[in-house]
């Protein structure tokens, strides 16, 4: 159930947030409350959410550049650690608020729009891709944007490989740039070269442009990733309901097996998303006792030969067992003894489950003996070596391609068990 993991390379990326529009499009709203501030559920704020998922990433040098007139309510918002820049003009352009924080940053630092919303994927994947780009920006480019993205977006022009041109007045035949934008420390000499062209007027796409002449911009292909950028009052009744979809994809974790992630993932997030917009919270703890139970009820079915009462229980307890992590993660309520009960009952139900099968197919025979002692081992080998890679700092989402994690297991015990055919569970498990 962990929900904040550093990417590699992270801790040494400034995050600078431009939060300095004064949301003309969005008006009435934005006369109330600067355009970040607006929520996407109550108690959360487009910023709100931008910040947590740049936490979750490992990014811990934040700059925020706003107005002045917006300083007081975006502070009021922000951790103490968390730097704010204001700017005293009345008119400029993004690009001259970049260049405002710029100077307080060395190294590498990411730009994001303080009206964009994004899964968390997005993030980690420019983070992962843009570490071991040579380029001055990387951009994040989407494909396959919405009409209206389209017609609104920076589109991008590419040429073998990198970007040759960003302007809003282009075709959208190549795609449009996210709001996310990686700048390695020669970036800076392009943000300055179009300061000094164009002074407060210079737009971000100004300084694109001079790098792109030079070969130094390149981008990470994101489509099919969720992200909204809000510019108007319809904009953002569009971004309150992309939202939950995004809280939903980002319940999936990479440790996920095959079964995980296309069947029961798709059931456990929606309880837990309901659970989660209606304000019920049920103490993790409580789930994974429920769940444990539910498993070993499917176990003494099993052992009492009643196959398809026992498979159902069995994946309807595989299922509930994703929820104590999920509600966690969204009331954020994480600790590592849910996490260590949860392991522990997962070990405990699946050892049930091994006995419940080897009492339905008793007597044993001397072969079937040996593989119920084989079943019984692999289930704690297996769970110990995930948990050995996570704690070396390996990557485990490729496990969820190989057949052996629990969610397969247990789908696989409820197939066989439906059919029954106990022996074929117990080969598998």
């Known amino acids: 159930m962990v929900w904040s993991m550093s990417l590699p390379h992270s801790e040494d990326v400034s995050v600078i947030i431009l939060a300095a529009g004064i949301g003309s499009r969005l008006k009435p709203f934005s006369e109330a409350s600067p355009k970040?501030?607006?929520e996407l559920e109550p108690g959360v704020s487009i910023l709100d959410f931008i910040l947590e998922r740049v936490r979750r990433a490992g990014l811990r040098r934040i700059i925020v550049v706003t107005r002045r007139e917006f300083?007081?309510?975006?502070?009021?918002?922000?951790?103490?650690?968390?730097?704010?820049?204001?700017?005293?003009?009345?008119?400029?352009?993004?690009?001259?608020?970049l260049w405002a924080a710029v100077g307080r940053v060395d190294g590498s630092f990411l730009v994001l729009m303080s009206d964009h919303i994004f899964e968390y994927e997005l993030l980690k994947r420019v983070l992962s891709e843009a570490v071991k780009a040579r380029e001055a920006f990387m951009?994040?480019?989407?494909?396959?944007?919405?009409?209206?993205?389209?017609?609104?977006?920076?589109?991008?022009?590419?040429?073998?490989?990198?970007?040759?041109?960003?302007?809003?007045?282009?075709?959208?035949?190549?795609?449009?740039?996210?709001?996310?934008?990686?700048?390695?420390?020669?970036?800076?000499?392009?943000?300055?070269?179009?300061?000094?062209?164009?002074?407060?007027?210079?737009?971000?796409?100004?300084?694109?442009?001079l790098a792109a002449a030079e070969n130094q911009v390149g981008f990470v292909d994101v489509?099919?990733?969720?992200?909204?950028?809000?510019?108007?009052?319809?904009?953002?009744?569009?971004?309150?309901k992309l939202y939950w979809r995004i809280l939903g994809r980002e319940l999936t974790r990479p440790s996920d097996g095959l079964v995980s992630r296309y069947l029961n993932r798709q059931i456990s997030s929606?309880?837990?998303?309901?659970?989660?917009?209606?304000?019920?919270?049920?103490?993790?703890?409580?789930?994974?006792?429920?769940s444990f139970l539910i498993c070993v009820c499917g176990a003494i079915f099993l052992a009492l030969q009643s196959f398809l009462?026992?498979?159902?229980?069995?994946?309807?307890?595989?299922?509930?067992?994703?929820?104590?992590?999920?509600?966690?993660?969204?009331?954020?309520?994480?600790?590592?003894?849910?996490?260590?009960?949860?392991?522990?009952?997962?070990r405990l139900a699946d050892l049930s489950v091994i006995m419940g099968l080897i009492?339905?197919?008793?007597?044993?025979?001397?072969?079937?003996?040996?593989?119920?002692?084989l079943a019984s081992a692999n289930i704690i080998l297996v769970?110990?070596?995930t948990h050995l890679l996570q704690g070396s700092g390996i990557d485990i989402s490729q496990i969820r391609f190989i057949p052996v994690t629990r969610d397969v297991r247990l789908f696989m015990v409820f197939l066989a068990a439906i059919l029954g055919m106990p022996l074929i569970a117990l080969l598998y498990i």
């Open 139 to 209: 951009l994040c480019l989407d494909r396959e944007p919405s009409v209206i993205e389209a017609e609104e977006g920076l589109k991008l022009m590419l040429l073998n490989g990198r970007v040759v041109e960003a302007d809003k007045s282009l075709k959208p035949l190549y795609g449009i740039d996210t709001g996310i934008i990686y700048c390695n420390p020669h970036a800076r000499k392009y943000i300055e070269e179009a300061i000094r062209l164009r002074g407060s007027k210079a737009a971000i796409k100004d300084a694109l442009n």
């Open 223 to 240: 489509t099919g990733l969720l992200w909204k950028d809000v510019d108007t009052p319809k904009d953002l009744e569009k971004a309150r």
């Open 309 to 346: 009462m026992g498979g159902l229980l069995i994946q309807a307890s595989s299922i509930i067992d994703g929820v104590d992590g999920e509600l966690a993660r969204l009331f954020r309520r994480v600790s590592s003894f849910g996490a260590l009960l949860d392991s522990f009952l997962d």
């Open 359 to 373: 009492i339905a197919l008793w007597p044993l025979d001397q072969i079937i003996g040996i593989i119920s002692i």
């Open 71 to 97: 300083s007081h309510s975006i502070r009021a918002r922000l951790p103490n650690d968390v730097e704010l820049v204001e700017l005293d003009l009345d008119s400029f352009e993004n690009l001259y608020s």
């Open 36 to 38: 970040c501030l607006m």
């Open 270 to 290: 929606r309880i837990s998303i309901s659970l989660y917009r209606r304000r019920l919270y049920i103490n993790p703890n409580i789930i994974s006792i429920i």
């Open 383 to 385: 769970s110990y070596l």
